[in-house]
C-alpha cells in the first residue's frame, strides 16, 4: 500500500494538521465574533472528506486507483456536458466520449505510452466527425464536434496523465504515486494561497471579465508561496533545488490559467458554479479546474527530465 510510505505519510499528516488547525481556529472565530463563517466552514469541512476520499481512493490500492482517477475523468465530463448546450443528435457523438474514457485509463494503466498519447488526440478526434458524417446530421457540425472533443481532452485526456504519472517506474526511491501527491497538494494549495492572498492583500484586478476575484496581488503571492512549497516538498520527487523550483512556477502559473480557462466556460453558460456536489466548492469541475493545466505540463515536465 502506497499509504505506507513514509514521505507520503508524513506528507498527509502535514496536511491534516493544517485542516485540523484551520477547522479549530474557525470554531474559535464562530464563538468569538458570533458569526457562521459559513463558506470558509463549509469549504474547510470539504477538504476534510476530500482528503479522506482521496487517500482512500488512491493510496489504498493500485487498482483502486485507476478506477478512482477514471471516475474523476467521467464526473467531469458529465458535468461538462450537463452544462454545454446540447441537442439530441449530439448525445450520440457525447456517447464516445463517455466510451474513451476506460481505454485512455486501461492504456494509463498498462503504461503503453505510445497509445495513451494519441488515443484521443488522433483516433477519437478521427472517429467523431466520420460519426457525425454517418447521422447525417450538417447543422452544427462544426461546433458539436468540436464541443465534445474540447472537453474530451480537457476532463479526460488532460487529467489521465495523472494515472500515467502514478503508474510510471521508481526513480530510485521515488515513486509515481509520490509524485501525483506532489502535483495535487500543490495545485490545490496554489489555488488556496490565491484565495488567501487575493483576500488579503488583493486590490488589482487581473482578469475582471472573466475572474473578478482574481488579483495581481493574489497571483504573486500565490506563485511565490507555491514555488517555496514546490522546493520544501521536493522530498517527494527525484528535483534537484533548481528542478524543484521549475516545478513550483509551473505548477503556480499553470494552475491560474487552468483556473481561469474553465471560468470561460461557466461564464459562457453564465453559471458561477459547474455544480453544488462539494459543499463550499462546487462541483468537480470546480475542484479539478487547475489540474487540468498542471497535470500534463508537471507530466511532461518530469518524463523530459526523468524518462
Not at 456536489?277 to 497535470?295: F, K, N, P
Request: proline share 3%; glycine share 6%; hydrophobic share 50%.
Amino acid at each position: 500500500m502506497n499509504i505506507l510510505n513514509s514521505q507520503i505519510l508524513t506528507t498527509f499528516s502535514i496536511i491534516l494538521a493544517i485542516l485540523a488547525f484551520a477547522y479549530f481556529f474557525i470554531k474559535h472565530l464562530q464563538k468569538k465574533q458570533n458569526k457562521p463563517f459559513t463558506e470558509l466552514y463549509n469549504r474547510t469541512i470539504s477538504w476534510i472528506y476530500m482528503i479522506g476520499f482521496f487517500i482512500v481512493g488512491v493510496y489504498i490500492n493500485n487498482t483502486l486507483a485507476i478506477i478512482f482517477f477514471a471516475m474523476l475523468s467521467f464526473l467531469a465530463l458529465k458535468e461538462y456536458f450537463t452544462l454545454i448546450p446540447t441537442r439530441h443528435t449530439d448525445r450520440r457523438i457525447m456517447f464516445y466520449g463517455y466510451i474513451v474514457i476506460a481505454f485512455q485509463y486501461y492504456f494509463a494503466y498498462i503504461q503503453w505510452y505510445e497509445m495513451f498519447i494519441i488515443c484521443i488526440p488522433v483516433y477519437l478526434y478521427l472517429l467523431l466527425p466520420f460519426r457525425q458524417m454517418l447521422i447525417g446530421q450538417t447543422d452544427g457540425f462544426i461546433n458539436n464536434t468540436s464541443k465534445v472533443q474540447w472537453g474530451v481532452m480537457l476532463f479526460v485526456f488532460c487529467i489521465s496523465h495523472m494515472a500515467f504519472l502514478f503508474f510510471l517506474p521508481n526513480i530510485e526511491v521515488v515513486s509515481g504515486a509520490m509524485m501525483v501527491l506532489y502535483l495535487v497538494f500543490l495545485t490545490q494549495f496554489n489555488d488556496i494561497l490565491q484565495y488567501v492572498f487575493g483576500k488579503r492583500f488583493g486590490k488589482n484586478k487581473i482578469i475582471p471579465k472573466v475572474s473578478p476575484n482574481k488579483t495581481v496581488e493574489g497571483f504573486s503571492g500565490a506563485v511565490i508561496t507555491t514555488t517555496i512549497l514546490a522546493v520544501i516538498f521536493s522530498y517527494l520527487t527525484p528535483f534537484t533545488v533548481i528542478e524543484a523550483i521549475g516545478a513550483g512556477l509551473i505548477i503556480s502559473i499553470g494552475g491560474f490559467i487552468g483556473d481561469v480557462v474553465v471560468s470561460m466556460i461557466k461564464r459562457d453558460v453564465g453559471v458561477k458554479d459547474a455544480g453544488n456536489l462539494i459543499a463550499g466548492h462546487g462541483g468537480i469541475i470546480d475542484r479539478i479546474d487547475s489540474l487540468t493545466y498542471t497535470t500534463p505540463l508537471f507530466f511532461h515536465y518530469v518524463y523530459y527530465l526523468y524518462y
